[in-house]
Nanobody, 124 residues
Framework: QVQLVESGGGWVQAGGSLRLSCVAS????????VAWFRQAPGKEREGVVC????????YYGDSVEGRFTVSRDNAKNTVYLQMTSLQPSDTAVYYC?????????????????WGQGTPVTVSG
């Protein structure tokens, strides 16, 4: 059974940092495309970062480039999202997602499995 469990969200002041974790079970993260998405209240889901399984290239969304860093620990089957210089505009529920096949990583509809999400609140 495919399962993704996120953790690490919380409240932080602007300029602060958080690290999110996503533990996968039922499959190996190294065998799939992996991404983090987020959804702010009243807004559409937004792609934050993607790791492509074929060549392990990493793509960041424009709004987080240079501030967020994704990493993976294959031994723990876990993906991390280190978020720095957080801004109130980063407030959202963050989701870990995976897909076997991928054309446009920024399209939420392409991702097959979603975790339950972990909320991040950044106060200004």
């Amino acid at each position: 059974q495919v399962q993704l469990v996120e953790s690490g969200g919380g409240w932080v002041q602007a300029g602060g940092s958080l690290r999110l974790s996503c533990v996968a079970s039922g499959f190996n993260l190294d065998d799939v495309n992996v991404a983090w998405f987020r959804q702010a209240p009243g807004k559409e889901r937004e792609g934050v970062v993607c790791i492509v399984k074929s060549d392990h290239k990493i793509y960041y969304g424009d709004s987080v480039e240079g501030r967020f860093t994704v990493s993976r620990d294959n031994a723990k089957n876990t993906v991390y999202l280190q978020m720095t210089s957080l801004q109130p505009s980063d407030t959202a529920v963050y989701y870990c997602v995976v897909a076997e096949y991928l054309m446009n990583w920024e399209s939420a509809d392409e991702w097959s499995y979603w975790g339950q999400g972990t909320p991040v609140t950044v106060s200004g």
